[in-house]
């Protein structure tokens, strides 16, 4: 089975007008996916192959670690 590698380069990152949100938009600018930079999770909005899936995540952790709560 053939392994689909595609570079982060292939996609675009950006700020949402939301706080803490980034936006995952492919070539064509379609939204595929939001991470939030609160949780460190990414919410996937449109279908992606899983290896696809896993090295944008891996990325978007990497670029925009989930900020630690604080303990009151």
């Given amino acids: 089975m053939q392994k689909h ?12 007008k939301c706080d803490g949100l980034i936006q995952v938009l ?3 600018l379609y939204v595929m996916a939001e ?3 609160r949780t460190g999770e990414v919410k ?3 279908v ?3 290896s696809q ?4 995540e891996r ?3 990497q670029q ?7 303990a009151d």
């Fill in 53 to 56: 899936r896993e090295q944008i």
């Fill in 59 to 61: 990325w978007l952790s």
């Fill in 5 to 16: 590698r595609v570079s982060p380069s292939a996609y675009h990152f950006r700020r949402s």
């Fill in 26 to 28: 492919n070539e064509g």
């Fill in 44 to 46: 996937w909005q449109r």
């Fill in 64 to 70: 925009y670690p989930a900020q630690a709560k604080t």
């Fill in 35 to 37: 991470y939030s930079e």
């Fill in 48 to 50: 992606v192959l899983a």
